[in-house]
């Protein structure tokens, strides 16, 4: 089932957020991705759950000269 809202909780109690939220938010708080990858996140009940694995660095502020 295709996720509809930018982030949603799970019956798991835990929360996945669509990748456009995660570039989105990284974006608007300064930050510039370094890479990005699908990974294996962890498992949950014997099967493998997927998930994003982003490096980014917090961009470093404009000094005047």
Known sequence: CEQKTDSQ???NGRYSHKES???DTLKNNGFSI???????L?????SPV??????AVKDSPHTAS
């Open 50 to 55: 997927g998930g994003m694995l982003v490096m």
């Open 34 to 40: 370094l890479s990005m990858a699908t990974h294996t």
């Open 9 to 11: 909780l799970n019956y």
């Open 42 to 46: 962890r498992m949950e009940l014997g």
């Open 21 to 23: 939220y995660v570039l």
